[in-house]
């Protein structure tokens, strides 16, 4: 259920209120069940909590609440967990990522980067290479700026796409072409780990001594999208079948958008995109002991970014300067997303803890299965399981049950959970089959006018089905290469 649908003045907003303060202040008090102690029941408290207050009431306001809970434990004063929330470069690098994806939207680049493939001269007289430019555009879209931004951005293009076409609001052709750039957009959204979900992830996975590998990360993620734009574009062109004869009939439709140049604003724009990306794969392939790889990665995803933000600020070619900052995080930070990450991480830190013992019973009750199952079969579980789950319950707290129970199993077993994360983060990416399921995921399911729901659905398995083939068949395979 979306938060925002509750009245905050009704019956069932103040209930679900009540349910949250009571188990985060009022679980800690009921008996500890062994090997749990005291500390770990009211961490636990606090951690389902902001389970329930994220699902149910709202993500910013308990977030806050679980954070101060959190300093309230005695494994740490409130100080000290806000400054571990807050002042993690996890938290640092969603914040600064969101300012810098605001930024390419201002300046056009993103909205010419969607018109530039939707344009080529190739794809005239054929609609499924159509189809795929424009589904191609969301991906990049959304791999560079936040997959909300990208579909407001690509739908609003298509509705252009339909006027000019002739399509009408909820044809098969219509309806498609809308799941398709939800479902690419939020994919694209998976393929690099400095997004928000990735964040989470691995935020919760520093305390068991793992960070995030941007080079395998992103070459696992890009292999399975291949493999899903593969398998969507068989299902569009040979059993979904959408009519494409307005299309045939059109032309060049799109001629005007073929011969435009990017502006200047736009190159700088494309420039700091492919710096930043750069920033992040040179040191995972220079040779140690190489001039300017510990630099750069001691600068990390974060401060990367930070230094790009900074350039752009203190560059002023007409007296203003080429990034304008507070503009671009009034833009493009969600604060949800920002003080979630930040209370999940001291909550995380403490659950992972010996001290809690919460772990510690987690590895008692389902050692046996555990043991019993190969690597294999145990991170296509893992990966499996979490993509079913998140598809009715929000990725993010998802994210949160997932990850500390996978780096605490694949430790039993001797298998590396870097090698089922980035399928992980992409499962719980690709939230979409219904409207629960992420606030990415959501909003087709409101857009009813354009893509029936019944279509929103049916499609959006489609999409389901196709990621999980190719994280298992593509993903976890590649991964295991690396670790």
């Excluded at 500390?39 to 308990?62: C, H, N, P």
């Excluded at 056009?108 to 001269?121: D, H, N, Q």
């Excluded at 199993?409 to 399928?423: E, H, L, R």
Aim: hydrophobic letters at 55%; proline letters at 4%; a neutral charge.
């Amino acid at each position: 259920m979306s938060n925002d649908r509750i009245q905050k003045s009704s019956p069932i907003y103040i209930f679900h209120c009540v349910i949250f303060f009571l188990l985060t202040f009022g679980f800690g008090y009921l008996p500890a069940i062994e090997p749990i102690t005291p500390l770990g029941m009211k961490t636990l408290g606090i951690f389902l909590g902001l389970l329930y207050g994220w699902s149910f009431v709202d993500m910013f306001w308990t977030s806050l609440i679980g954070l101060l809970a959190t300093g309230l434990t005695g494994a740490m004063t409130v100080n000290t967990a806000i400054s571990v929330g807050f002042g993690s470069n996890i938290t640092q690098m969603v914040l600064f990522c969101a300012v810098f994806s605001a930024y390419l939207s201002t300046v056009g680049f993103t909205e010419y980067l969607a018109y530039w493939f939707i344009s080529r001269k190739f794809a005239v007289g054929r609609p499924y290479v159509f189809i795929f430019l424009i589904l191609f555009a969301a991906f990049i879209l959304g791999a560079c700026i936040s997959v909300i931004a990208t579909l407001m951005i690509v739908w609003s293009i298509f509705y252009g796409i339909c006027d000019i076409l002739g399509y009408k609001k909820g044809d098969k052709f219509t309806s498609i072409i809308m799941v398709g750039i939800s479902y690419f957009a939020a994919l694209g959204g998976g393929i690099f780990p400095w997004k928000p979900l990735a964040a989470v992830v691995y935020g919760y996975m520093i305390p068991f001594g793992y960070e995030a590998d941007f080079v395998s990360f992103t070459i696992a993620c890009v292999a399975v999208s291949i493999g899903c734009f593969a398998l969507f574009m068989f299902a569009v062109k040979f059993i979904i079948r959408p009519d494409v004869t307005f299309y045939m009939q059109a032309g060049d439709s799109f001629a005007e958008h073929r011969e435009k140049k990017m502006n200047k604003a736009q190159k700088i724009g494309a420039f700091c995109l492919i710096a930043y990306i750069a920033m992040l794969f040179l040191p995972e392939i220079m040779p140690v002991g190489m001039t300017g790889r510990a630099t750069l990665k001691n600068l990390g995803m974060a401060g990367c970014v930070m230094l790009i933000l900074a350039i752009l600020v203190m560059i002023k070619p007409n007296g203003e300067s080429l990034l304008n900052f507070k503009q671009a995080a009034n833009q493009g930070i969600n604060w949800d997303v920002i003080v979630l990450v930040a209370s999940s991480l001291p909550v995380a830190s403490i659950l992972g803890s010996a001290e809690a013992g919460v772990m510690t019973l987690v590895g008692n009750v389902f050692g046996n299965i555990v043991a019993n199952v190969n690597h294999i079969a145990f991170a296509v579980i893992v990966v499996l399981l979490a993509s079913a789950v998140t598809q009715i319950a929000h990725n993010l707290v998802c994210a949160a049950v997932f990850t500390p129970i996978m780096c605490t199993f694949a430790a039993q077993i001797d298998i590396s959970p870097m090698i089922i994360a980035p399928m992980l983060i992409l499962a719980l990416t690709v939230a979409i089959a219904t409207p629960g399921a992420s606030t990415t995921g959501a909003p087709i399911f409101g857009n009813s006018t354009w893509c029936p729901i019944k279509d929103a659905y049916l499609y959006n398995f489609y999409g389901w089905i196709i990621t999980m083939i190719c994280m298992v068949t593509i993903g976890l395979p590649i991964t295991a290469l690396f670790f």
